[in-house]
């Protein structure tokens, strides 16, 4: 259970998948369908060149952040103050081998999708 109240449909999906009412499955397919925010520390052209992605160390791991919402930012658009939309299905097939994904870093309604983890959705759903 979570403290948050979801503020977008895929969040409240999460959190049906958290609470153990809705398959992992059904809200993963749901979740690369979706659209996500990536903090970047500066401005990204449109043939992408910029991107600097906010990334946390999780265990010896970098994971890239993503937000489902831009209310999920908080303090971490003062470490990378520019934001980019993107399908998380497209973030997925762009992050590099051996790092992770974190999905609202720093608030209970998240998760982390390890190295491994996004090579078995990609799997899946690509």
């Known amino acids: 259970m979570t403290d948050l109240t979801p503020l977008t449909p895929i969040e409240a999906l999460l959190q049906s998948a958290m609470d153990g009412k809705t398959t992992i ?3 993963m397919k749901a979740f690369v369908a979706s659209d996500v925010v990536l903090l970047t520390g500066s401005l990204v052209t449109a043939d992408g060149s ?6 946390f160390d999780k265990q010896g791991t970098l994971h890239v952040a993503v ?3 831009m209310a999920r930012v908080g303090v ?7 934001t980019i939309r993107m399908r998380m299905i497209e973030v997925l097939k762009r992050v590099p081998g051996g790092y992770g994904v974190v999905v609202n870093p720093g608030t209970s309604l998240g998760l ?15």
């Open 25 to 27: 499955g059904a809200f």
């Open 50 to 55: 910029g991107f600097d992605p906010l990334l």
């Open 67 to 69: 937000f489902t919402d």
């Open 76 to 82: 971490h658009s003062q470490q990378a103050p520019h």
């Open 112 to 126: 982390e999708l390890s190295p491994a983890g996004i090579g078995e959705i990609l799997k899946d759903f690509a």
